[in-house]
């Protein structure tokens, strides 16, 4: 039977032991050169020979390396891969020696001109480092290379499945044998087993006339697993796939998932973490997509500018987190040679992970680039003949441009044009037809708005928070109020590092809802109270609650994102209560209309003028009638608790955590203006990413540990303001 091990451990890298994954450099927060990891590393590590190998296929799988990999067994080259983000197969089989063997594998950092998303400049990083996992495998001589599997009429009665099987046989033995299929579902049961003879390279075969399938769903994501051994005279291997059935399509109307119409609200995100750059593992990987799905609660994320982690594409089918999954680029298209890799690209993404429910569109075209009729013919044409069951989309930001794609898809950042000296006023989105030159409906949908056009810091002042929280709104107000939209991702979700010519001065990127530590910035919750109150109370004012915060005293107008039926106001010096509703007028379309609170809501002495004392508040949010949450603000905030929450507290070995300390005042509101240092000390088998010296950013402040092996890992965080604080992780 097949057998996978972890190969991620023991690696020899500039003369010290590393495990994977790894970053070739570890990287400042900012201001930092990316030319320090544009060159080339070496990896080394032994293999040590197993007599039970012995008439099998031997390999590593390497889920990515950053970039322009080679790798060398015994000092013979094995394999070459260019392609920076999705997986190769390195076959060791004939090469391995008895006893030790030396592994050696040579990355090369540079932006090589010659492989995508290179050439051009483009506005994200891509460090350098075998920063996927990395695993062996060991399997009979002819073992199965992949599986694709369809559900074709999932809104019948019957369901059925339609499968291909892909063998390898790369000694060329006599082919025969038996195929067994068993479908499970999520708890194990079998629900069919089949079998079929083997005398070819590619097995087809169909599952029909299965009753009581769940549709995998955003609120129900219910899968289902087809476990496939393949037995010959040379002996059995196994795979299991997960799957889901689900119908997903765009139309002029929109889209439609398994026949219901669903507005797609959605953001983008980059894959890079402070200090390791790509180099965090499946636990990470996993966070941000929950981050995603209920924290910032979207419907769907898009992997911009790439394909991104296994693992993050496994959490988002268990999740029911929809994906629009892109080939590497941004803007630069190369030459003949170039493109010819881009089309290899479009192949190595769709194969990898065509059974991911999930998924519901394929990008095909490199984000923002020019029209080019006969490169994009052909991106569109491989998708179709590797998935017949998927659209294609290609991201735009420049109206009419050429439509050889099923969706069309398009960057619309015309909300702040007008500041750079347009004559249409504020528009938030324009319609279709503008953008695509076409005077009929096609399936549409915004994928970036927002991002550069108004890049915000979580430590701007309240005005600036107040500007980016208005401009989220009024677009995803747009999109909601357009039937021929299927809806807008928003640039983007977490901030992220960039290259010198791009973001701000100390060149990161600051146009996520959330920093680079996946902490909020007042804009995250507008993405958060759009959704049903059944799955959590949003009630977040945008405010410090400081009387001289804005350019004007006091804190009006004052925008409060939630989504209760509405809110009432009690003041420490004034019992009367004030009660204010959602801003239907001027937010009609959303879900969940913000509620904007002004000086009509109050009486004049209210908050009294400037000079006079500045008041406590309790904001109470109601739902059918019941207070279903509150939100409490001092006039005098101190701080008075330091808080430490670590994703985890029981972890494997192997698992990297993200850890946040906040600040807090006297009534669990963050300092958002306490820069104050802390003092970071880890013990334990244990790895800490990143500086032990670390500032608060509005408030917060995060960092990521490696458990890298049992027992009790102890964090301690020392502050002068605050009593030490520690916590623990159990590693196991």
């Not at 020979?49 to 390396?65: G, Q």
């Not at 970039?67 to 983000?85: E, F």
């Not at 289902?224 to 799957?243: A, K, M, Q």
Request: with cysteine.
């Amino acid at each position: 039977m097949r057998e996978t091990f972890n190969f991620n451990n023991n690696w020899i890298f500039e003369n010290s032991e590393v495990c994977l994954p790894h970053s070739a450099v570890e990287l400042p927060f900012n201001y930092f050169d990316e030319n320090i990891y544009q060159k080339e590393f070496i990896y080394e590590k032994i293999i040590k020979s197993e007599a039970s190998w012995d008439n099998k296929e031997v390999c590593l799988v390497f889920e990515a390396i950053m970039a322009n990999a080679h790798v060398y067994l015994n000092d013979k080259k094995i394999v070459s891969h260019t392609d920076g983000y999705t997986p190769f197969i390195a076959r060791l089989t004939d090469e391995l020696e008895k006893g030790e063997n030396i592994l050696r594998v040579k990355i090369d950092g540079s932006e090589n001109p010659s492989i995508p998303p290179f050439g051009g400049r483009i506005d994200y990083l891509t460090y350098a480092g075998i920063y996927r996992d990395v695993h062996l495998r060991v399997t009979s001589p002819i073992f199965i290379h992949n599986i694709k599997i369809e559900t074709p009429n999932v809104l019948e009665e019957k369901k059925s499945l339609k499968v291909r099987v892909e063998l390898l046989n790369p000694k060329a033995l006599d082919l025969s044998g038996f195929l067994t299929a068993n479908l499970l579902n999520s708890e194990g049961k079998i629900l069919s087993t089949t079998k079929y003879e083997i005398n070819e390279n590619y097995i087809f075969f169909e599952i029909n006339n299965l009753k009581n399938i769940k549709l995998w769903d955003i609120d129900n994501p219910s899968l289902y697993e087809l476990d496939i051994s393949v037995e010959t005279p040379h002996g059995i291997d196994n795979i299991n796939e997960r799957f889901g059935f689900r119908s997903a399509e765009f139309n002029k109307n929109g889209f439609m998932l398994n026949g219901n119409s669903l507005k797609i609200r959605g953001l983008n995100r980059h894959q890079s973490y402070p200090y390791v750059g790509y180099a965090l593992g499946k636990s990470a990987q996993h966070k941000d997509a929950e981050i995603l799905k209920f924290d910032l609660r979207v419907n769907l994320v898009r992997t911009s500018h790439y394909p991104q982690s296994k693992h993050f594409l496994n959490r988002c089918d268990e999740i029911g987190l929809l994906v629009f999954e892109e080939i590497p680029g941004w803007q630069h298209l190369g030459d003949k040679n170039w493109q010819n890799k881009s089309i290899e690209n479009v192949q190595n993404m769709i194969e990898r992970d065509w059974n991911h429910p999930s998924i519901i569109l394929w990008g095909v075209r490199i984000n923002e680039s020019p029209d080019n009729h006969d490169f994009y013919l052909k991106t569109n044409q491989v998708a179709h003949q590797l998935d017949s069951t998927r659209q294609t989309g290609g991201v735009r930001k420049f109206v009419e441009g050429e439509f050889l794609e099923d969706v069309y898809t398009m960057n619309d950042f015309i909300l702040g044009e007008e500041e750079l000296g347009g004559n249409r006023g504020r528009i938030p989105l324009r319609p279709q037809r503008e953008c695509t030159g076409f005077n009929y409906d096609v399936p549409y949908i915004v994928t970036e708005f927002n991002g550069h056009m108004f890049p915000t810091k979580s430590y701007d002042n309240e005005l600036r928070q107040n500007e980016h929280v208005l401009r989220h709104l009024e677009v995803l107000n747009a999109a909601y109020g357009d039937s021929n939209n299927a809806g807008a991702i928003g640039w983007c979700a977490f901030d992220y590092n960039t290259h010198k010519d791009f973001g701000s001065g100390d060149r990161i990127c600051y146009h996520g809802v959330m920093d680079m530590f996946r902490e909020p910035k007042f804009a995250s919750y507008v993405y958060s109270s759009q959704d049903d109150a059944k799955n959590g109370i949003v009630l977040e004012p945008v405010t410090v609650w400081a009387r001289g915060e804005r350019n004007i005293q006091g804190v009006l107008p004052l925008i409060i994102l939630t989504n209760c039926d509405y809110i009432e106001f009690l003041f420490n010096k004034n019992e009367e209560k004030f009660a204010v509703e959602p801003d239907f007028k001027n937010f009609p379309n959303l879900p969940h209309p913000p509620i904007i609170v002004n000086a009509e809501h109050f009486p004049e002495n209210v908050f009294g003028t400037w000079g006079t004392d500045w008041q406590n508040v309790k904001i109470d949010g109601y739902t059918d009638g019941k207070l279903v949450k509150s939100k409490k603000f001092v006039a005098d905030p101190v701080p008075t608790n330091l808080e430490i929450v670590p994703d985890l507290e029981e972890v494997s070995v192997g698992t990297d955590v993200r850890v946040i300390i906040r600040a807090l005042d006297q009534v669990g509101n963050k300092m958002r203006y306490l820069y104050d240092t802390l003092s970071i000390n880890v013990s334990g088998q244990v790895i800490l990413f990143g500086p032990n010296s670390i500032p608060l950013v509005a408030g917060s402040a995060g960092f990521w540990i490696r458990s890298i092996g049992s027992g009790i890992i102890k964090i301690s965080i020392k502050n002068v303001r605050f009593p030490q604080k520690e916590i623990s992780i159990f590693a196991k």
